[in-house]
Nanobody, 121 residues
Framework: QVPLVESGGGLVQAGGSLRLSCAAS????????MGWFRQAPGKEREFVAR???????YYADSVKGRFSISRDTVKNTLALQMYLLKTEDTAVYYC???????????????WGQGTQVTVSS
């Protein structure tokens, strides 16, 4: 059973908005830090945003002011609201869970399967 499942990806024009969701199953992640990462073709997986168990948020410079991360610890869900999307935001987006708030993907223990976001010009 996949512990994290992303949804909400799709095709959107540059300047548009999209909301990604991540649902946890099989266990609770309320005590975990949660993060969003993305991977474009031919590139390494990169950090996008993270939120600690207490709600502290941190963003990559490339998305700061355009993306917003949130979580619902009761529903065991994570979201990423994306505004003013750019073509360079095109990637597969992954949600992940870590015992510590970090931007290092190697420190994340649980991953979803990813959802494709494509931004057209």
């Amino acid at each position: 059973q996949v512990p994290l499942v992303e949804s909400g990806g799709g095709l959107v024009q540059a300047g548009g908005s999209l909301r990604l969701s991540c649902a946890a199953s099989g266990r609770t992640f309320s005590s975990y830090a949660m993060g969003w990462f993305r991977q474009a073709p031919g590139k390494e997986r990169e950090f996008v945003a993270r939120i600690s168990w207490s709600g502290s948020k941190y963003y990559a410079d490339s998305v700061k002011g355009r993306f917003s991360i949130s979580r619902d610890t009761v529903k065991n869900t994570l979201a990423l609201q994306m505004y003013l999307l750019k073509t360079e935001d095109t990637a597969v987006y992954y949600c992940a869970a870590s015992k510590h708030p970090t931007s290092d993907p190697n420190e994340y223990d649980f991953w979803g399967q990813g959802t494709q976001v494509t931004v057209s010009s």
